[in-house]
């Protein structure tokens, strides 16, 4: 007999690994690709007639492409590997969150990317993957105790220093939200963790007097009051309420970027991309893309339940944490429950860094999924680990 060629070989492996994987995750994260597509199409239509093709969206559908290799790349390979590699990347993206503090680009007042050849990066995006990795690392064989939580809060402030000083708030809410969902992961009670936000909330006024600089404090105070500067800083959010206003329940229909309540602010398709999907598509839209980012909640969580060992556990609890918090301080600040932040949509916004580091994400909460445990020996395995 005959054997198989090599490729073929590994082919099939690579299906039969993809044939474990989670089918209900896929489908909101496709919906949501492209949903995304769609948007940052409309988003770009300056004015009428509406072209066929635009260049930025262009962009984000060759972006996509490779942020779905990526995710399949991911979601094949064995997540237990990357444990070895985790203390490499965590000191790897420190390394170039201090170059960014030093060499970056500017942009809106903040120094955020490094430019490499004819393009830029965003090396914050890929510090949450590499936050992730090693705080899964490090508690996957630790009790929660004392000294090891201090460790983790350790992990956790040296990448949030460098973002904080770029300065960039919204990440800054993501990484401490990712070392909470690790934390409750591990077992930390919640009565220690509320004690741990107890301090950091007091030192809060001094960090604002201190460190929080000045277009900040505005944003905030815009926030607050969006009459303070209604043709200035305030005009964005004025418009986001107009938008959503507009839309009502169903919405005023697909590819209305030239007509937009957000026309003239230039982050509509990426900060503020839910607000166009309100205008557009309605509340019946908004309520959709809550509900697909819902669903990749419950099936996050289902991997972490189902995860064959600690390090996969807390991996899968970080990355739906990282997922579904980013998310959620998007609509919030286009709903106006919380203050500008930068953060774009996952899988949804216009985006380079953060829409490859989405979908990985997504492949590795896949790549756990596919080494699931039977339900009925999950809680037996958690004992085994102490």
């Not at 690392?137 to 201090?150: D, I, N, V």
């Not at 899988?347 to 990985?360: D, E, P, Q, T």
Request: proline share 5%; hydrophobic share 55%; no cysteine.
């Amino acid at each position: 007999m005959i054997a198989p060629p090599p490729a073929a070989r590994a082919a099939a492996a690579s299906f039969h690994v993809l044939a474990r994987t989670d089918r209900v995750l896929w489908v909101p994260v496709g919906l949501l690709a492209v949903l995304g597509l769609v948007m940052v199409y409309s988003a770009s239509l300056d004015t009428p007639p509406h072209p066929t093709v635009t260049a930025e969206a262009v962009r984000h559908g060759v972006l996509g492409a490779l942020g779905i290799v990526a995710m399949l790349v991911a979601a094949r390979m064995d997540y237990r590997l990357l444990r070895r590699f985790s203390a490499i990347a965590y000191l790897g993206a420190a390394v170039l969150l201090v170059a960014v503090v030093v060499i970056g680009e500017s942009e809106y007042g903040a120094r955020r990317w490094l430019a490499i050849g004819g393009s830029t990066i965003q090396p914050a995006e890929a510090a949450k993957l590499a936050l992730v990795l090693a705080l899964a690392s490090y508690t996957a064989s630790r009790p929660p105790r004392a000294a090891a939580l201090a460790v983790s809060a350790v992990l956790l402030a040296l990448l949030a220093a460098p973002v904080l000083a770029q300065p960039d708030t919204g990440t800054t809410v993501v990484l401490v939200g990712v070392w909470v969902g690790v934390m409750v992961a591990w077992g930390v009670a919640w009565r220690t963790l509320g004690v741990l936000f107890a301090v950091t909330g007091a030192a809060v006024p001094l960090a604002y007097a201190v460190l929080v600089p000045d277009y900040q404090r505005e944003r905030l105070a815009v926030f607050l009051d969006p009459t303070r500067d209604p043709l200035g800083s305030g005009f964005s959010l004025r418009q986001v309420e107009a938008a959503l206003a507009t839309g009502g329940v169903t919405g005023e229909g697909l590819f209305r970027g030239a007509e937009s309540h957000l026309a003239s602010v230039s982050a509509r398709s990426s900060d503020f991309i839910f607000a166009l999907v309100g205008e557009e598509l309605g509340l019946v839209g908004g309520l959709v893309v809550i509900t697909l980012f819902g669903v990749i909640a419950w099936r996050g969580l289902e991997a972490a339940r189902h995860a064959p060992d600690g390090f996969g556990r807390m991996l899968a609890a970080g990355l739906t944490t990282l997922i579904v918090l980013q998310a959620f301080v998007n609509v919030a600040v286009n709903v106006r429950l919380f203050p500008a932040t930068g953060l774009p949509m996952p899988f949804v916004s216009a985006g380079g860094s953060a829409l490859l580091v989405m979908f990985v994400a997504v492949g590795l909460l896949q790549s756990v999924h596919s080494q699931r445990m039977p339900a009925q020996g999950t809680q037996a395995a958690m004992d085994r680990e102490g």
